[in-house]
Nanobody, 124 residues
């Protein structure tokens, strides 16, 4: 199985910065896309940013120019640098990844997994 563990959430004032990190573990052969999603109270989960294994990125319009996604393929990690945070960025942020792993009997299998979520609160 593949697991994602997130870190880096917390409370920050408007205009401040936070960095989220996510590490994938397990019998991973390759990861195609890693991304960050968020879900605010009463709202649906939405894509914040994604990055492919060759570094192509995409961002939600609401975070362009403020957030930067990056990944380390050798370490199977993805990070989200969040600058100029606004109260409307308050949400639980989830890491997501999809790719290929080896199961218990060494078969190649597809995976798509979510992290447990980390809370980001932007408030004065």
């Amino acid at each position: 199985q593949v697991q994602l563990v997130e870190s880096g959430g917390g409370l920050v004032q408007p205009g401040g910065s936070l960095r989220l990190s996510c590490a994938a573990s397990g019998s991973i052969l390759s990861i195609n896309v890693m991304g960050w999603y968020r879900q605010a109270p009463g709202k649906e989960r939405e894509l914040v940013a994604g990055i492919t294994n060759i570094g192509a990125t995409n961002y939600a319009d609401s975070v362009k120019g403020r957030f930067t996604i990056s990944r380390d393929n050798a370490k199977n990690t993805v990070s989200l640098q969040m600058n100029s945070l606004k109260p409307e960025d308050t949400a639980v942020y989830y890491c997501n990844a999809n790719g290929i792993y080896r199961d218990d009997i060494l078969r190649r299998r597809d995976f798509q997994v979510w992290g447990q979520g980390t809370l980001v609160t932007v408030s004065s």
